[in-house]
Nanobody, 122 residues
Framework: QVQLVESGGGLVQAGGSLRLSCAAP?????????MAWHRQAPGKQRELVAY???????NYADSVKGRFTISRDNAKNTIFLQMNNLNSDDTAVYYC???????????????WGQGTQVTVSS
């Protein structure tokens, strides 16, 4: 079982920024073609925030477009989520995972991280 490891969460004031990282073990080769960030706020369902394909194609939820940027470092098997202009609605546990992207949709695969808490204070 491959374990993805997220980091970078924390407490930030509204309008601030955070950068999340998600690393897969060195040398891991996935059969999937994309990686993604999801989030789950208290009492809400987990939602897809953004994904990035192996070729660098990206896709974002409407709620984060223009504020969040997903990127990847293939050499380090790591993806990032740069989050700017944060607001209280962004408070959630953020998870990364692998999956398949096809024509603008993303299907989650089997490997998830343990999650990292992001709390935005107003």
């Amino acid at each position: 079982q491959v374990q993805l490891v997220e980091s970078g969460g924390g407490l930030v004031q509204a309008g601030g920024s955070l950068r999340l990282s998600c690393a897969a073990p060195s040398g891991t080769v996935f059969s999937t073609n994309a990686m993604a960030w999801h989030r789950q706020a208290p009492g809400k369902q987990r939602e897809l925030v953004a994904y990035i394909t192996n070729s660098g194609e990206t896709n974002y939820a409407d709620s984060v477009k223009g504020r969040f940027t997903i990127s990847r470092d293939n050499a380090k098997n790591t993806i990032f989520l740069q989050m700017n202009n944060l607001n209280s609605d962004d408070t959630a546990v953020y998870y990364c995972n692998t999956g398949m992207a096809y024509r603008g949709t993303f299907s989650s695969g089997s490997f998830w991280g343990q999650g990292t808490q992001v709390t935005v204070s107003s």
